[in-house]
């Protein structure tokens, strides 16, 4: 299982990938679940870490899926700043808005990754509906970082169904949401390709800086083996 850490400058950047990060997620954890950097933010870290053979991705913010034409705007912004992935929150339910909006992000030819936001859990059907559209990869993630992780809060047969949905499509599915440390056991076991942290490699809350130590020890519990765990 690969790890994903969230930064909000070029210091950060450089210390997740010198600790081994496998990518690198670029936004501003005060602007909410999915806080947009903004496009000169963006550019700069590229721009810092253009020889460092990172994977990059960013978000576009928290937009409603009702505004489906500033999303697809913020995506062309997003992706026109040299990043390999752009992440976009769509609600784990699903609906009729979010329905149409999955049509228009596939015609928009970006390297995207929907973020299915499972607090109240992950709609098989609509799961379905993302990986069916060969986007460049999938996730679930979470809202209320304080509620709780997103094994606390997604019930485990929904998150079971995303990975192995995706996986049978040959997509990159990851998981992320005030994932702990105390948790790594579960998500071997969930064996997703990837797991995404911040407030667990924080001084304190997710919005503060990162914690070179609190990183470090993340990056030998996650390349440490759990007995009895197979993926």
């Known amino acids: 299982m690969r790890v994903l850490v969230s930064v909000r400058n070029v210091v950060e ?22 806080g947009d ?7 700069g870290i590229v721009d810092a870490m253009s020889t460092s053979g990172a994977h990059l991705s960013a978000t576009i913010g928290d937009v409603p899926v009702e505004a489906g034409g500033l999303i ?25 808005a979010a329905m149409r909006l999955l049509d228009r992000l596939q015609a928009s030819g970006h390297p995207l990754v929907p973020v299915l936001l ?22 679930a993630d979470t809202v209320r970082k304080a509620g709780g992780s997103l094994l606390d809060l997604c019930p485990p047969a929904e998150l079971a169904h995303l990975v192995a949905t995706a996986r049978r499509a040959g997509l990159l599915v990851g998981v992320a ?3 702990r440390r105390d948790e790594l056991p579960r998500l071997q076991a969930l064996a ?38 197979t993926a």
Request: glycine share 14%; proline share 7%.
């Open 192 to 229: 997703p390709d990837f797991a995404g942290f911040r407030s667990a490699v924080c001084r304190g809350g997710r919005s503060t800086a990162l914690d070179p130590a609190r990183l470090s020890a993340l990056i030998r519990a996650l390349r440490t083996p759990t007995p009895g765990v």
């Open 72 to 96: 697809l705007e913020r995506v062309a912004a997003v992706a026109g700043c040299g990043v390999d992935l752009v992440k976009v929150g769509l609600p784990g339910r699903g609906g009729a």
């Open 37 to 43: 950097l903004g496009p000169v933010a963006i550019r």
């Open 177 to 179: 949401g005030a994932l």
């Open 13 to 34: 950047a450089r210390l997740v990938a010198a600790a081994g990060v496998d990518f690198i997620d670029l936004k501003e954890p005060s602007r909410g679940a999915l």
């Open 118 to 139: 499972a607090d109240r859990g992950l709609a098989p059907e609509f799961v379905d509906a993302v990986v069916a559209r060969r986007f460049a990869g999938v996730m």
